[in-house]
């Protein structure tokens, strides 16, 4: 693996060489489009400059030959027709003016009465006719199946009186050849002229005989006849790509209409530049292998050294040596700073792992940790003294051999329906446990408390985390602290029992100590008001004053129910919580009932607030119980840590409930 590693690192680092010559591939390569586009237009527009002189010299010959023509057809033996004297003019004329290869005249049948040279061939005599019917110059072309091609010209002249009488014509060989090859044309170059037909007129070199042939469908032709000039690239007649530029002799458009165009191959055009090209492609490689060859030995003594250390460190540090370190010298570049960085953490996780054996060696808790499978990878020492051996011999054992729990017996590997620690891997959530067992190696069971917390790696459970505790003592000592409560519970019901029979016989019945849910319910509910406030506690006392008159008592009645009432709404309302104040009716009492929420009369101290006068467990109470037996007719209380209900009844006729047995005992009392 660490091959395998320092292996792709030294390729990660020749791919980053590579990365950074493909800009300059990228460069080259667009330079080299940049310049061949730049090379094409510059060639395109010299052939065109080129078409445009050969179009233009060979216009201007035009007009010297219409110029010279009209000033033949002048001469007064031409206009007679005097064939002597007119053949001995032209001929003289002729030599004066060499370039042309035959001067004559004809008349208006067509019958050449004066030449200077060969009989004019049919095909002039197309050019003589547009003459006299246009009455104009007419130019033609005649071609000579080989390097030139033949430039005819006619010019009507008029007979003394003025009227047409015949043509004066002349034939001008136009040396295509001198002008081709004075431009100095790179090898392949070809000059093609066609007329508007599409018939080709002139190509030089001609190799191919296409000469005379109609070649209208042609890309090169159908460009050279789309527009009067312009500059392209195309296929040529012989296949060859070429960029062309081609221009129309203007002079001749009056007729057939000549197009001249001159082209370069296009391979001799882009050759310089694609051997420049393959040059700097060579040169690019070169520099790119050297770099690369730099980076592969550079790259092993500069940082390669360097990573293997820390590899070889890193997978020390992997299998559980945490004295790893790389041994590297430290210096202010990067790598120096990331081994100072790791041998900086390998002795931070020593000092960790030396923390975390300390925590789990003095913990008193039992803590052991099982993975995915749930075998033990972790025991810490408290585990192994519960579990009864030693942390080595539980380390690789499963979990079921423990058992947490004891309606759990499963003895295989797998998930078993009731173990907690499986329960964590399928839910994904911890459970506990403050009173369960644990099965120890020898197969005995012992009390235990437990948490189970589910490992969490990257959002995915990898195991489990058991926590537990013995608790046995504590249970032994829950025992006793059990059996010492049952016994006070008993006492102090004993001694409730005392004071409620003591109490309710020195009070001749008129105060019964009781049980919340032994207060009777009896008469009609008339009230029921909330007793938070002052402002509460003077609303009850209020209404009670209008219902008791309403019921039949006396003002004094009344004066004593509404003290006594407000003793208990003031206690209810200064010294508890959700206080509340009822009423209630039967034909012969008037009651009234104050219930709280406070936290009650002990039973040590329920002699003294009631038979003690000025007594009171608050500071606020002074003679409340006292009064209020002196006031009503019967008081039922019952008070504990829920809270304080007192009721207080007022009869309507109070001698007929006493009870002359009881009256008789208190007396002897």
């Known amino acids: ?54 179009a233009s010299d060979s216009d201007g010959t035009v007009d010297a030959a219409r110029q010279f023509l009209a000033a033949v057809a002048q001469i007064p033996e031409i206009r007679k027709r005097d064939s002597l004297k007119a053949e001995t003019i032209l001929t003289d004329l002729r030599e004066k003016n060499g370039f042309y290869e035959e001067i004559g005249a004809t008349d208006l049948e067509g019958r ?32 000579g199946g080989g390097r030139d091609t033949a430039l005819n010209f006619a010019v009507p ?102 197009v001249v165009g001159v082209g370069v191959p296009r391979k001799a055009v882009f050759q310089p530049l694609e051997v420049a090209f393959r040059r700097n492609l060579l040169l690019l490689a070169v520099v790119a292998l050297l770099a690369m060859l730099a980076a592969w030995i550079g790259g092993d003594w500069f940082f390669l050294r360097q990573v293997r250390a820390m590899v070889t460190a890193s997978e020390r540090l992997s299998e559980g040596d945490l004295s790893s370190r790389t041994g590297l010298h430290y210096g202010n570049d990067e790598l120096s700073q990331l081994a100072r960085s790791f041998d900086e953490m390998g002795a931070s996780l020593e000092h960790l792992s030396g923390h975390y054996e300390l925590i789990l060696r003095s913990v008193g808790d039992g803590i052991y940790v099982v993975n995915r499978e749930g075998y033990m990878s ?44 499986c329960q964590v891997s399928q839910s994904q959530e911890g459970s506990r446990s403050d009173a369960d067992t644990i099965k120890r190696r020898d197969g005995a069971s012992v009390p235990v408390e437990y948490i189970v917390t589910p490992a969490v790696e990257r959002g995915e459970v990898v195991g489990a985390v058991i926590t537990f505790r013995d608790i046995s003592e504590r249970l032994n000592a ?16 004993e001694k409730r029992r005392f004071y409620r029979d003591v109490i309710k016989s020195v009070t001749r019945d008129r105060l019964r100590l009781v049980e919340r849910d032994e207060i009777p319910n009896e008469g009609e509910q008339v009230l029921d008001l909330p007793l938070n406030t002052a402002v509460d506690d003077r609303n009850l006392r209020h209404k009670l004053v209008g219902m008791a008159e309403e019921y039949g008592f006396s003002h004094d ?109 208190f007396e002897r009392f």
């Open 1 to 54: 693996m660490r091959v395998t590693g320092i292996s792709s690192l030294r390729l990660r680092t020749l791919a980053l060489v590579l990365l950074a010559v493909v800009p300059a591939l990228i460069l080259a390569v667009s330079t080299a489009r940049e310049q061949r586009e730049m090379e094409s237009r510059r060639v395109r527009e010299d052939m065109l400059r080129i078409a445009r002189l050969v």
């Open 112 to 143: 050449v009465f004066a030449n200077t040279g060969l009989p004019p061939p049919d095909s002039m005599r197309d050019d003589w006719r547009r003459a006299i019917q246009t009455r104009r110059f007419a130019v033609g072309y005649t071609t």
């Open 157 to 258: 002249f008029h007979d003394e009186k003025g009227a047409v009488a015949g043509v004066v014509f002349a034939t001008l060989k136009l040396d295509w050849r001198r002008e081709f090859v004075r431009w100095e044309l790179p090898p392949g170059s070809m000059m093609t002229v066609v007329d508007r037909s599409g018939r080709v007129v002139l190509r030089y070199p001609e190799s191919e005989g296409f000469t005379g042939q109609a070649l209208r469908n042609e890309p090169i032709v159908r460009e050279m006849l789309r527009r009067p000039e312009g500059a392209v690239e195309a296929v040529g007649l012989d296949k060859v790509t070429r960029l062309y530029g081609f221009s129309t002799l203007r002079g001749a458009l009056e007729s057939n209409g000549l």
């Open 378 to 421: 972790v025991v810490n020492p408290a585990a192994a003294r519960i579990l009864g051996c030693g942390p080595l011999a539980l380390i690789g054992a499963h979990h079921h051999e423990i058992g947490i729990g004891e309606r759990f017996s499963y003895a295989g590997t797998g998930p078993a329906e009731g173990c907690p620690i």
């Open 478 to 493: 829950q025992k006793e602290i059990d059996r010492a409560h049952e016994e006070i519970v008993s006492v102090l019901a």
């Open 557 to 665: 009645v009344v004066g004593h129910l509404v003290l006594a009432a407000g003793e208990a709404s003031t206690n209810a309302v200064k010294h508890a919580t959700d206080g509340r104040g009822q009423v209630f009716l039967t034909k012969d009492r008037f009651i009234v009932r104050i219930s709280d929420k406070g936290h009650g009369i002990p039973a040590d101290d329920l002699p003294r607030p009631l038979f003690q006068p000025g007594f009171s467990t608050k500071v606020s109470l002074g003679m409340g119980y006292t009064l209020m037996l002196e006031l009503v007719d019967r008081v039922w209380l019952a008070t504990g840590v829920e809270g304080t209900t007192v009721q207080l009844e007022k009869w309507l006729h109070p001698e007929e409930h006493e009870d002359p047995i009881l009256k008789e005992a």
